[in-house]
């Protein structure tokens, strides 16, 4: 038997009951226990009528405890006076309540307290999980995403390897040329600019200086720097038009496009050009908010775009309409106006630096003039396709889904947001994609191939953008659908990759022949060659461009005074021992290549010095080299 009191487990209440519990009641608090017995009865109590005090109880004085009667451990009841040492625990009743819920006589049972607050209270849900305004966060991830892309495009264009290339060595040597008349005076061997398709004083004469310091390489890298700065100013104007999604789908393919990974290693003013035109639409788009005059600002850097190479004025006027679409949404009606600064302040510069310039005869015979090819529609049409049929499908499905859809962000709380009409989004989507087959219909109307694949480029500038959007719709909402961005942007770097090489192969390694050369070349000579352009570049040390003679046009007076043109001028001047050496490649224009071997044939005047051997992107050839002998 334990000093503790067994505890009751009330049970549900029974009116049926035979039998009553013993000695007590329920209530509502409980069971009540039956009059003690053995207790004294208090003062001051009354006792019912019918109720006999049982014999030998006292009613004690004051309020103490019964004697003889232990007090409960816990809570004490007030009035109640307890000592341990007088009043010993005695074991409770079998039916008393339990010791953490005494019930005494006397005593008022206090109500149950109310139960605690929670200590966590569930936060109202917002209406999305992210935010759709700029945030630093986001604008750092995009700029990580933004490096991968150019660190991939850089890598792309620093693969390519070869010695320089006809136009490269071309642009140099003239650069040079303008360099040296302009720092010493020393006269022109040559009117660059009756026939350069650029001003020779702007990338030339930068690209030397570059090259005087760091060689050819270094020139290259200067191209490979304006691509770079083409790729992130794309990437700006894009997000600003668009969103960064769109804006880093737009940059991650254009950057693996043919033109790009060659353009980026190739030091023409190609690369130059196209970044001025990059620079001068990123001015319009972000002086959308700002005041009218502000897109005058695009003005002088589009001009300088065609003073670096006159094709670049075939995207003017997309420039021009972006004023107007761009302004659109943001001043309405004086958007036109904004149009309408733009274009004449264009034209007033291209006016004076027109007629101010000896410029207009090397527009004219470049550009405006320039003779037509042979190549036919259907192989210019496959060859733009090839270069850049991929990229632009995408920029015109990105085109189709934005005009059917205008919401760029996923957030539901973009769809209470402005968005532009449909016919604002079909204008922009038409002229941005549209402007991609200039290029292709002007080289069709020329009937010419020659830099096809660098124009396809500048027209893709403009398309970026739309392709960008068409990448991530394909994608979807939350990435739903990754792997078909992926798979395009993985097809256009694959098609990049081998476009680029083999573009790059396409002229011979002419490392060796400029040795063979080096030591036969001097102030006084005359000389015959395929490409004359590369010995004036590798050796303009020892030689100057008017000593060089090509194969694509000669005029020619003999020594007896008859005058001879074309194919008969070459066999005349073989025939009187012209020419102090001879270098044939075979490749640049193979019908006159023929005519010059058969003249030296069996030629007194010349004997055979070299036969080397090289592989480009077509097969094997040879450089085929004669020396004047008397």
């Not at 953490?100 to 109202?124: I, S």
């Not at 001009?303 to 004023?323: D, E, F, M, N, S």
């Not at 990448?471 to 694959?494: D, E, K, S």
Request: net charge neutral.
């Amino acid at each position: 038997m334990t000093s503790r009191p067994e505890h009751y487990t009330p049970q549900p209440y029974d009116p049926y009951a035979e039998e009553e519990p013993r000695g007590g009641w329920f209530n509502s608090d409980g069971y009540v226990p039956r009059q003690p017995q053995g207790y004294d009865l208090i003062q001051g109590y009354d006792v019912p009528q019918g109720y006999d005090t049982p014999q030998g109880y006292d009613t004690p004085q004051g309020h103490g405890v019964p004697q003889g009667h232990g007090v409960p451990q816990g809570d004490v009841p007030q009035g109640y006076d307890y000592d341990p040492r007088t009043y010993p625990y005695q074991q409770a009743d079998p039916y008393q309540q339990a010791d953490d819920q005494p019930t005494y006589a006397l005593r008022t049972v206090a109500e149950p307290a109310a139960p605690a607050e929670p200590g966590y209270h569930v936060p109202q849900t917002p209406e999305v999980g992210w935010d759709m305004a700029a945030s630093r966060r986001r604008a750092w991830v995009s700029r990580a995403v933004l490096l991968f892309v150019l660190a991939v495009q850089a890598v792309l264009s620093l693969r390519l390897s070869n010695t320089a290339f006809q136009d490269e060595a071309l642009y140099l040597a003239a650069g040079h040329a303008e360099l040296a008349h302009l720092l010493h005076g020393t006269p022109l061997p040559i009117n660059y600019a009756a026939y350069f398709s650029g001003s020779p004083q702007l990338y030339p004469v930068l690209a030397a200086a570059v090259d005087d310091r760091f060689g050819l390489t270094g020139a290259r890298l200067l191209s490979l720097a304006f691509m770079l700065g083409t790729t992130t100013l794309l990437y700006s104007f894009t997000r600003r038009l668009f969103n960064e999604r769109a804006a880093l789908a737009g940059a991650a393919l254009f950057a693996v496009v043919q033109s790009t990974v060659v353009m980026g290693y190739f030091a023409t003013y190609d690369a130059a050009a196209v970044f001025l035109l990059a620079l001068a639409t990123w001015i319009v788009v972000r002086t959308d908010r700002a005041p009218v005059a502000a897109v005058l600002l695009a003005a002088p850097v589009a001009v300088l775009a065609v003073g670096v190479k006159y094709a670049a004025a075939l995207y003017l006027p997309t420039i021009v309409v972006l004023a107007l679409l761009t302004g659109w949404p943001h001043k309405g009606s004086r958007a036109f106006v904004r149009m309408l600064l733009l274009a004449l302040g264009i034209g007033a510069l291209l006016g004076a630096g027109m007629y101010t310039t000896d410029l207009l005869a090397g527009v004219r015979q470049t550009t405006t003039d320039r003779a037509h090819g042979s190549d036919s529609t259907a192989f210019l049409l496959q060859r733009s396709a090839e270069w850049g049929g991929l990229m632009f499908l995408t920029a015109v499905g990105g085109a189709v889904s934005y005009v059917r859809r205008s919401r760029m962000n996923e957030s539901p709380a973009a769809q209470r947001l402005g968005n532009p009409g449909w016919r604002w989004r079909a204008l922009l989507g038409l002229v941005l994609c549209g402007t991609a087959l200039l290029a292709p219909a002007y080289q069709v109307h020329l009937g010419t191939v020659v830099s096809l694949f660098k124009h396809v480029g500048f027209g893709l500038l403009f398309a970026a953008p739309m392709a960008g959007v068409g990448v991530t719709r394909l994608i979807g909402a939350h990435f739903r659908y990754p792997q078909l961005g992926i798979m395009v942007w993985t097809a256009t770097l694959c098609l990049g990759i081998s476009q680029a090489d083999w573009r790059y192969g396409v002229w011979p390694d002419s490392s060796k022949m400029i040795q063979v050369i080096d030591s036969h070349v001097d102030r006084e000579g005359r000389y015959l060659a395929s490409t004359p352009e590369v010995p004036v570049y590798y050796l303009r040390q020892k030689t100057s461009h008017r000593q060089w003679q090509g194969v694509f046009a000669l005029e020619y007076t003999d020594k007896k005074g008859a005058y001879h043109s074309g194919d008969t001028a070459y066999r005349a001047a073989l025939r009187d021992g012209e020419f102090d050496l001879i270098v044939l490649d075979g490749l640049t224009n193979p019908r006159v290549d023929a005519v010059v071997a058969d003249a030296v044939k069996g030629n007194p005047h010349y004997r055979m010095l070299a036969d080397l051997p090289f592989r480009n992107s077509s097969g094997t050839g040879h450089y085929r080299i004669w020396i004047k002998t008397s």
